[in-house]
């Protein structure tokens, strides 16, 4: 395994609901991306978090925003949640902000939205 | 025009056969490339790196065209547990890692 975990693993929220995403880096990591991927998509970068900063943004609106703690696991936060939001949130660590040799993927979070 | 193209598949092939994926890529400062593997409801997994001289691990080999930003991936006597999407990753900032939108492949036996 990679080491990275996610919870919840599943999640049902109604529209315009508030969720809070969570992902524990693998030991070492100080780096932590999060991705969304929508059924039949690739996976979409959102934002990345180096040592508790906010490094680089995806197209997502300001509805989506994230934190990351000293231990560098982090957290991503959903406002007013659209239908559209549903989808597998990825959470991934690797080593530095470095160019990227690897990237840890957690399992996901399956987010739906009714 | 999306940052990386795949062939969505689906791809179906007799257990045994040979089966190559083609990627494409729009922003030439690229600079790390990588083919990563998804199961059904699971998450991606690195499949391999690649490199402009070329590379190949048992049955798969992986090859990177840099002037004609292109990728491929070649699975020979493909098996059954080669079944799963294949999706094409490039990263030209240490930020994000860009996903094209997988290719799908199911080995029939």
């Known amino acids: 395994e990679t080491g990275v975990t996610q919870s919840p693993t599943h999640l049902i929220k109604t529209r315009g609901q508030q969720v809070t995403l969570r992902c524990s880096s693998q030991s070492g990591h100080n780096t932590v991306s999060w991705y969304q991927q929508a059924l039949g998509q690739g996976p979409q970068f959102i934002f990345q978090?180096?040592?508790?900063?906010?490094?680089g943004r995806g197209n997502f609106p300001p509805r989506f925003s994230g934190l990351q703690f000293p231990n560098y696991s982090s957290e991503l936060n959903v406002n007013a949640l659209e239908l559209d939001d549903s989808a597998l949130y990825l959470c991934a660590s690797s080593p530095d902000m470095v160019v990227m040799t690897e990237a840890f993927f957690g399992q996901g979070t399956r987010l739906t939205v009714v | 025009r999306k940052e990386v193209e795949q062939d969505p598949g689906p791809f179906n092939v007799p257990e045994g056969a040979t089966v190559a994926f083609n990627c494409t890529y729009s922003?030439?400062?690229?600079?790390?490339f990588f083919w990563y593997r998804q199961d059904c409801r699971k998450e991606p997994k690195l499949l391999m790196s690649v490199y402009s001289s070329g590379n190949e691990d048992g049955r798969f080999t992986a090859q990177l065209n840099r002037a004609s930003q292109y990728i491929s991936l070649l699975i020979r006597d493909s098996k059954l547990s080669d079944s799963a999407t294949y999706l094409c990753?490039?990263?030209?900032?240490?930020?994000?890692?860009?996903f094209g939108q997988g290719t799908r492949l199911t080995i029939n036996p």
């Open positions: 922003n030439s400062a690229s600079q790390s």
């Open positions: 990753v490039v990263n030209y900032r240490a930020q994000k890692l860009v």
């Open positions: 978090y180096y040592r508790e900063e906010e490094n």
